[in-house]
């Protein structure tokens, strides 16, 4: 069994790819996304391939800084 993972703030997502039982191999399959926080595996197109959905927030962290005086 394989597993998919978000990094939302690096805008990237990651297969951890099962070669053996028990063993696993973390390959990125995905970078400069904006704000991946989910991804599910599903045949979208009926052709007997797994495929990736992914949603993002575009942006899920906050931009501005808040500036408190000394």
């Not at 990651?14 to 053996?20: E, F, K, P, Y």
């Not at 039982?21 to 995905?30: K, M, N, Q, S, V």
């Amino acid at each position: 069994m394989d597993a998919f993972l978000c990094e939302a703030q690096e805008g990237r997502i990651h297969w951890l790819r099962q070669v053996a039982p028990g063993d696993f191999r973390e390959l990125t399959i995905a970078e400069d996304m904006r704000a991946p926080v989910r991804v599910e595996t599903t045949d979208m197109d009926s052709d007997g391939d797994i495929d990736l959905l992914v949603s993002s927030m575009v942006r899920s962290f906050p931009t501005t800084t808040v500036l408190v005086p000394p």
